[in-house]
């Protein structure tokens, strides 16, 4: 689980993870990183919003993950959306493995941020695709609850 969100610096996020999906659970995990790519996400330019989680040879790996060339690396640069591996003890991984292939689940990046200790991290969210008429749902009760608040500041300035 991610700690307290105060302490995070977000490198990148998923707006759109929560508005596409029903997030079941959230889970943190480590990425291998080079040090080029630990500089970009640094300078924090870097998309996740149309990365995925999957398994390959009994491994986790973060997929189409966008982070930037470093300007100021020579040569030694590293590839933009290159398969980045993440990290987990094997229970983690086989819970989260088992979810996606019995129920039909997918792993979603939600953030990319550094820990109070400088290190990388990935919070993962176990979801479930949303339909159309989910995604209507989620808006109509939002408003709702906008105009409710706006409704509730009114009477208590009038009173």
């Not at 149309?50 to 993950?65: D, I, M, Q, V, Y």
């Not at 689940?105 to 400088?118: A, C, D, H, K, Q």
């Not at 990935?122 to 109509?140: E, F, I, M, S």
Request: hydrophobic share 35%; proline share 3%.
């Amino acid at each position: 689980m991610a700690r307290d969100p105060g302490t995070q610096r977000f490198a990148a996020q998923n707006r759109k993870a929560r508005h596409n999906y029903f997030i079941e659970d959230t889970i943190e995990a480590g990425m291998m990183l080079v040090g080029t790519e630990v500089k970009s996400l640094r300078s924090g330019k870097a998309s996740i919003g149309e990365a995925f989680a999957s398994e390959k040879g009994g491994e986790l790996f973060l997929f189409n993950a966008f982070i930037p060339e470093y300007a100021a690396a020579t040569r030694f640069n590293h590839e933009p959306r290159r398969p980045r591996k993440l990290l987990l003890r094997g229970r983690e991984m086989a819970k989260l493995m088992g979810a996606v292939t019995r129920e039909g689940m997918t792993l979603v990046p939600l953030s990319i941020y550094f820990n109070e200790r400088g290190i990388a991290k990935c919070q993962l969210g176990l979801a479930k695709g949303k339909r159309k008429v989910d995604k209507r749902d989620t808006l109509k009760e939002r408003d709702w609850q906008r105009s409710q608040a706006r409704i509730l500041r009114s009477r208590n300035r009038d009173g």
